[in-house]
């Protein structure tokens, strides 16, 4: 079976990579298609995961194609469809998954033109997000969804909201992301009680809440690691309240030292407002720190309270530091980081992963045909 | 006195055109050097059915006095090693020879160089970005700010806050000048029925303006509504905080409207909210009270220079929405009070934002720059 995976970006996020990785050891023949004009630049690649790899990324490059369709279409050398068109020519594919719901509206006309039936992986922000920034995407996204095979979601939450999406007869697929395990670095006694938190720096990873809800916590200290349009804002939040001594914001961390940094924390806080299950909270508990979390899209199917994790509320400042002081239980700290562990590792597994999207795969195809 | 008040496009923010008419009127010889690459540039083809939009009725004098002291943007071709903005607006000190050049926004600070050097006394307005965020989260670009500014003339400055900053950023006193932005000042305030229980806030969507904050106090406060006018960076954060909370009945996000039904809106409004992290002096603000409205703000920057509490306006605590409904819910529904406070921001407003008063000071801004260069 030959697939075709289009993905927005080249180096893709580290769930995709994964992903990626995991299918091209498969038996399945992937072919990618980037729809980014970004440059394929494998350093980069190596400093975002370099271990997690049993098979150098090289060799993950060299047998995928790549195109660059944004960036055709802003030279104005033709559409985007005519590089689609040479890719599908050339490859042959039995299957076009997409994995952003822009580039699955963009281009599932190609694929409908030629009877090959196409996927979609659809997460959150496609649903509640896009939406906000562009009133006509909707129809857009429906009428993409009316002719899709099947569609891809990672946690069960999406599927209500997806059900609910007029005229959308496709099956919805639930496969969580794969994982890989990681070296378990328990908290040691007496540890000063250090948060991290990890991610872009937006509005929507709500670490302006986060931050001032440090006001409340005089005994402990942040560290936020990423970049984004927020990153003045932490800063400026930071010095207005006086917390330079203990929350600070780093930028252009590489993958190893976010490890080391996550390694060395007491526990990992995931504030976002709007954000989904994110790769660093997987990293943290896979490493077997105690985790405190949103209730967003996706985090019931993993944490369950005062379990694996602790809940904290979106948006409210206070409420939320009330609930990070439990750091000071230092048993029930231990507790969550053993389980937070063993959830992982349950639930992610690279392995189940593949398995589940071949069949998804499988059946997309196997729909089509009769 | 000659002087070349440098923009960075043309047309100009709408209180920036207000400062050029009226000042236009005082010094007739002011002149206005537009920096934008003629590519860009409306000067060539300038759009006068346009630049109304953008400066509504109110303007008593005509457009063409301002159209009539355009300078434009002369040759670019000589001076290859010059940036397009250095050649323009070398070119415009070359032809018109100004006693005095200003530069309007901290972004055409670089530009002082070539007055400086060629020994033109320069001047330079602080509105409040330039001296806020950027000066502490960037130690290079405020040393560099604090060097112009000490090479500054004068300083202009929209409030006192701001002139203080500078003051203490560059540890040296400053020859700074307060002059506050003239707003609109109905002559007869019309008395429109307010809405029952509705406010208003007016800035860019920026998360400086603390709108986050401020939509999620209107959770808070169940029997009042909200408008939001402006447009900006952050429309999809608080469209979604508008969304998840379920307040969309009662909080609209407006975005940009022309000034006549940005004003009608104002005056339907029972009261006015800022709920800024941080602020020089907010035009919006100036506008709100020459209408008459009750203010509810935050004390960030300049603000409190000009309100005072139970007065002219009402405070409310910076980034604690609880805080925020909790002010705006003790005092919005008492009628008289909002009454008395209205009528005490007008007669602020009148003293303080009056066109008068903004071209006075920029006189005296500019002679002091004349005796001392």
């Known amino acids: 079976m030959n697939v075709l995976e289009i993905v927005p970006s080249w180096p893709p996020s580290m769930y995709l990579l994964e992903h990626i990785y995991s299918l091209h050891a498969s038996a399945i023949n992937l072919v990618l298609g980037n729809t980014n004009s970004s440059d394929h630049d494998i350093t980069t690649v190596n400093s975002i995961r370099p271990s997690q790899f049993f098979t150098p990324v090289y060799d993950l490059t060299k047998f995928s194609w790549q195109a660059n369709f944004r960036k055709l279409d802003k030279m104005r050398l033709s559409n985007v469809d005519k590089n689609l068109s040479y890719i599908i020519d050339k490859h042959q594919p039995d299957l076009i998954h997409f994995h952003s719901s822009h580039d699955a509206i963009q281009h599932h006309h190609k694929a409908v033109e030629l009877s090959i039936p196409y996927t979609v992986s659809l997460n959150s922000s496609d649903i509640y997000l896009e939406v906000l920034e562009d009133e006509a995407y909707l129809p857009k996204l429906y009428e993409m969804l009316k002719s899709t095979a099947r569609i891809h979601i990672s946690y069960e939450g999406l599927a209500s909201d997806v059900e609910q999406i007029p005229e959308v007869s496709a099956p919805i697929t639930t496969i969580r992301i794969a994982y890989p395990k990681s070296d378990v670095i328990p908290n040691s006694d007496n540890m000063p009680m250090h948060l991290i938190s990890a991610g872009e720096l937006t509005w929507q990873n709500g670490f302006h809440d986060l931050v001032r809800a440090m006001i409340h916590l005089p005994n402990m200290s942040l560290d936020i690691i990423g970049t984004g349009f927020d990153y003045r804002h932490l800063v400026f939040l930071i010095h207005t309240y006086n917390l330079q001594d203990r929350v600070q914001v780093l930028e252009n961390i590489t993958f190893d030292s976010c490890r080391d940094l996550i390694g060395k924390a007491t526990a990992y806080v995931h504030s976002g407002i709007v954000q989904e299950v994110s790769e660093y909270l997987l990293l943290a508990m896979s490493m077997g720190k105690p985790v405190f979390v949103t209730n967003n899209v996706g985090m019931d199917e993993l944490v369950e309270d005062r379990n694996n994790g602790i809940y904290i509320p979106i948006g409210e400042v206070v409420g939320m530091a009330k609930q990070l002081k439990t750091l000071a239980d230092v048993d029930l700290m231990q507790k969550i980081g053993n389980a937070a562990r063993t959830s992982v590792e349950k639930m992610f597994v690279p392995q189940t992963h593949t398995e589940k999207f071949i069949q998804f795969y499988q059946s997309a195809c196997h729909d089509m045909a009769r | ?373």
């Open chain 2, 1 to 373: 006195m000659k002087i070349l008040e440098v923009v960075p496009t043309w047309p100009t923010t709408t209180f920036l055109t207000r400062h050029m008419i009226q000042l236009s009127q005082q010094l007739p010889s002011i002149q206005v050097g537009v920096t934008t690459s003629p590519e860009n540039s409306m000067l060539n083809s300038f759009d006068t059915s346009k630049t109304m939009d953008v400066v509504p009725l109110y303007f008593g004098t005509p457009l063409r006095r301002i159209q009539a002291t355009l300078l434009g943007i002369m040759n670019y071709s000589s001076k290859p090693d010059l940036s397009l903005r250095e050649k323009a607006i070398l070119n415009l000190i070359e032809k018109n020879n100004p006693d005095i050049v200003h530069f309007h926004f901290n972004f055409l600070f670089d530009l002082h160089i070539l007055p400086f050097k060629l020994g033109i006394p320069f001047t330079v307005s602080l509105r409040g970005p330039e001296i806020q965020m950027g000066a502490f989260t960037d130690k290079i670009y405020r040393e560099k700010l604090c060097k112009i500014l000490q090479r500054a003339t004068a300083i202009h400055t929209v409030c006192d806050a701001l002139g203080t900053k500078a003051t203490e950023y560059c540890q040296t006193e400053l020859p700074v000048f307060t002059v506050r932005t003239s707003v609109p000042i109905p002559a007869k305030p019309e008395k429109t029925v307010a809405n029952t229980n509705s406010l208003i806030s007016v800035a860019r969507l920026y998360w400086k303006k603390g709108f986050h904050d401020l939509i999620r106090a209107m959770i808070y406060l169940p029997n009042v509504s909200l408008n939001i006018v402006g447009d900006g960076e952050e429309h999809h954060h608080l469209s979604y905080l508008i969304h998840s909370l379920n307040l969309q009945d009662r909080v609209h996000l407006l975005g940009e409207l022309p000034y006549e039904e940005f004003e009608l809106l104002m005056r339907r409004s029972t009261a006015y909210v800022q709920a800024s992290m941080e602020e020089g002096f907010s035009n919006s603000l100036a506008e709100a009270m020459a209408l008459g409205k009750p203010v509810f703000v935050t004390d960030v920057g300049g603000t409190a220079e000009l309100i005072e509490e139970g007065k002219n306006g009402m405070f409310i605590p910076m980034g604690d929405p609880i805080g925020m409904a909790k002010k705006i819910e003790q005092h919005l529904f008492d009628t008289q009070l909002m009454q008395q406070l209205g009528l005490a921001a007008r007669e602020t407003a009148e003293r303080e934002f009056s066109d008068e008063k903004h071209v006075q000071g920029f006189v005296e801004f500019y002679n002091y720059a004349y005796q001392n260069k």
